[in-house]
Nanobody, 115 residues
């Protein structure tokens, strides 16, 4: 069993920054894939950034150059550093982990980008 708890969301002005955290506990290993997804009102959940395994990352086009996914393996915490935020980044952000044979989701954290 794996538990994922996100934090760090909030209200930020356009151009600002936020860092999301996802504290993982349970049977999760360093080489298990972890991702950040987001879901805006009325839209489907979409993949934002992935940490495929140690050192391998992948980003949605909308996140490239602005967002950075990372993991502190000692603290078992996943991060998403988000810079130059835009109103279209407003969404609930979810942490996701794949620990075979299943995957796990956090409860989500709201990010609102507005002036």
């Amino acid at each position: 069993q794996v538990q994922l708890v996100e934090s760090g969301g909030g209200l930020v002005q356009p151009g600002g920054s936020l860092r999301l955290s996802c504290a993982a506990s349970g049977r999760i290993l360093n080489n298990n894939r972890m991702d950040w997804f987001r879901q805006a009102p009325g839209k489907q959940r979409e993949l934002v950034a992935s940490l495929i395994n140690v050192g391998t990352t992948n980003y949605a086009d909308s996140a490239k150059g602005r967002f950075t996914i990372s993991r502190d393996y000692a603290k078992n915490t996943l991060y998403l550093q988000m810079n130059t935020l835009k109103p279209e980044d407003t969404a609930v952000y979810y942490c996701h982990a794949i620990v075979p044979p299943r995957d796990y989701w956090g409860q989500g954290t709201q990010v609102t980008v507005s002036s």
